[in-house]
């Protein structure tokens, strides 16, 4: 199924979004390419929260197109890990080199574009997986909790 005029022509901002964000410049010497959203991260405090409103375009447009919901969640879940490691300082923006999730979430974009299909199994996976993270982490507190007053409990 092709484009209409106006979702090609909005993918295409979207594609060129998603190029200015992850891929600008090569690194000389190397094929390796990066793009603004480290270089933006580096500013305390808006950097990473600029970066990210800038991608939820891409997010967005996926919603107008109706795309699965798992496959949307997969691309709100990418640009929430890139905005939270981006904000631990020096290593959050180094490792915003590497998670390219403009990058990802366009390729999203553009596979469950141009036909319906369903979610496919990866996707499931990669959203089950990062619930299943998040509810270990908040479960820690927890733990430790509990540990402590049994300990408590001992000792009195």
Not at 101 to 112: D, Y
Request: proline share 6%; hydrophobic share 55%; charged share 20%.
């Amino acid at each position: 199924m092709e484009l209409n005029p106006d979702l090609d022509r909005r993918t295409r901002l979207l594609r060129r979004l998603q190029w200015w964000l992850d891929e600008a410049f090569r690194v000389p010497g190397t094929s390796f390419r990066v793009g603004w959203d480290p270089i933006i991260g580096l500013v305390p405090g808006i950097g990473d929260l600029s970066t990210a409103l800038l991608s939820c375009g891409i997010v967005l447009q996926a919603h107008r197109l109706r795309l699965p919901r798992v496959v949307q969640l997969r691309m709100l879940i990418n640009v929430a890990i890139d905005l939270l490691v981006g904000a631990v300082p020096l290593v959050g923006d180094a490792a915003d080199v590497f998670w390219k999730s403009n990058s990802m979430n366009m390729e999203l974009l553009e596979r469950h574009a141009h036909q319906t299909r369903p979610a496919s199994p990866g996707d499931w996976l990669f959203v089950g997986t990062i619930i299943l993270a998040i509810l270990a982490v908040a479960l820690v507190p927890l733990l430790v909790m509990y540990w402590l007053l049994a300990a408590l409990r001992q000792r009195f």
